[in-house]
C-alpha cells in the first residue's frame, strides 16, 4: 500500500488540532493541579541529576513502606511540565502510594534517546532515595500519558544492570501506558511535530518498543480513548500483540474520551484505570472500587 499522506499523518496524530475543546482540557489541567500542589507533603524540584531540567516532585505518602507511583508527563517529548499534570498524584497519595512526577529535557533541544536515558537515571535516583521519602523500592510502578507512556513502556523493558551494578534487574515491577506510544515510525511523516523529534529511520525503530523483544518480567497495561483516532488505538492493539498477553495483561478502551481526557480517568478513584493503578501498586480497594 501506498504511504498516506503528510496531512493524513497530521490528522492522525495531532491531539490538539484533532480535539476542538482542547482549550478546556488545558484549563482543567492547570486548574487541578493548582489545587494539588497547593495541598501539604510535597517535596519539589529534588534533582536526580546535574542538568536543570532532571528534576523530581514527590507527594509523600501517609506512612512509610508505601508503594511507589513514578507519573511521567506527556506533550510529544517537546512540551509541558511534571507540574502541568500534577493533579493525577493526590488521589494515589490518598490511597497510600507515594508518588514521584518526572521532569526531563525537551525536544529539539534533545533527542527522545536522551530522554529515555535520562528517566533511567531518575528511577534509579526513585530506587535508592524511595525509603528516604517514606516509599518501598521494591514496589516501583510507572504511568505515562502519550509520549510519558511511551517512556513509561521503555522503563518496563530497561536493562537496570547496564544502568548501573548496584540495580535490580526488576526494578519496574509493571507499567501503566495511558494513549502511549510505541512504534515511532509513522511520526517521522507528520509535518506538526517531525522536525522538532528528529527521527531517522534507524533511530524511530531503535526506540520503538513494539519492535523489541518482550520483557521477561513485568506487566504492562495500556488505557486508550474509544474517540481517539484510529492510530492511537492501532497503537494499542500492536504493542498487544508484539509483547503477548503474558506480559500486556490489560488493554483497555474507555468510551467517550479521546487523547487528552482520557488521563481524567487516571486521577478518578472510580474509574478503572484509577483501579488499575491501585491494583499494579497492591493497595486494596475501597470498598465499592
Known amino acids: 500500500m501506498p504511504r498516506p499522506s503528510p496531512a493524513w499523518f497530521d490528522a492522525q496524530y495531532n491531539a490538539r488540532a484533532r480535539i476542538p475543546g482542547h482549550p478546556a482540557i488545558l484549563k482543567h489541567w492547570a486548574d487541578a493541579s493548582a489545587r494539588a500542589l497547593a495541598r501539604p507533603g510535597w517535596a519539589l524540584d529534588l534533582a536526580y541529576g546535574d542538568d536543570a531540567s532532571e528534576r523530581l516532585d514527590i507527594l509523600l505518602p501517609p506512612r512509610s513502606g508505601a508503594p511507589v507511583l513514578v507519573y511521567i508527563h506527556g506533550g510529544y517529548w517537546r512540551a509541558l511540565d511534571k507540574r502541568d499534570q500534577a493533579f493525577v498524584a493526590p488521589p494515589f497519595a490518598d490511597a497510600g502510594a507515594m508518588v514521584v512526577q518526572l521532569n526531563y529535557a525537551l525536544c529539539p533541544a534533545v533527542g527522545i534517546a536522551?530522554?529515555?536515558?535520562?528517566?533511567?537515571?531518575?528511577?534509579?535516583?526513585?530506587?535508592?532515595?524511595?525509603?528516604?521519602?517514606?516509599?518501598?523500592?521494591?514496589?516501583?510502578?510507572?504511568?505515562?500519558?502519550?509520549?510519558?507512556?511511551?517512556?513509561?513502556?521503555?522503563?518496563?523493558?530497561?536493562?537496570?544492570?547496564?544502568?548501573?551494578?548496584?540495580?535490580?534487574?526488576?526494578?519496574?515491577?509493571?507499567?501503566?501506558?495511558?494513549?502511549?506510544?510505541?512504534?515511532?515510525?509513522?511520526?517521522?511523516?507528520?509535518?506538526f511535530l517531525a522536525a522538532d523529534i528528529g527521527l531517522s529511520a534507524a533511530s524511530a525503530r531503535r526506540l520503538s518498543p513494539s519492535a523489541w523483544p518482550a520483557p521477561?518480567?513485568?506487566?504492562?497495561?495500556?488505557?486508550?480513548?474509544?474517540?481517539?483516532?484510529?492510530?492511537?488505538?492501532?497503537?494499542?492493539?500492536?504493542?498487544?500483540?508484539?509483547?503477548?498477553?503474558?506480559?500486556?495483561?490489560?488493554?483497555?478502551?474507555?468510551p467517550g474520551r479521546n487523547h487528552m481526557d482520557v488521563l481524567h480517568e487516571l486521577a478518578d478513584p472510580r474509574s478503572r484505570t484509577h483501579r488499575r493503578g491501585l491494583d499494579m501498586l497492591g493497595i486494596p480497594r475501597t470498598p465499592g472500587g
Open 114 to 191: 536522551h530522554i529515555a536515558l535520562q528517566l533511567a537515571r531518575a528511577l534509579a535516583w526513585v530506587w535508592r532515595h524511595a525509603a528516604a521519602h517514606g516509599g518501598d523500592r521494591e514496589r516501583i510502578v510507572v504511568a505515562g500519558h502519550s509520549a510519558g507512556g511511551h517512556l513509561a513502556t521503555m522503563l518496563l523493558a530497561c536493562d537496570w544492570r547496564a544502568v548501573a551494578a548496584d540495580l535490580p534487574a526488576d526494578l519496574v515491577k509493571s507499567a501503566l501506558s495511558i494513549s502511549g506510544l510505541y512504534e515511532l515510525e509513522p511520526l517521522r511523516h507528520a509535518p
Open 216 to 254: 521477561s518480567r513485568g506487566s504492562l497495561v495500556t488505557v486508550v480513548g474509544g474517540d481517539e483516532s484510529e492510530e492511537f488505538l492501532r497503537q494499542a492493539a500492536l504493542i498487544a500483540k508484539a509483547w503477548g498477553s503474558a506480559v500486556v495483561v490489560g488493554s483497555d478502551t474507555v
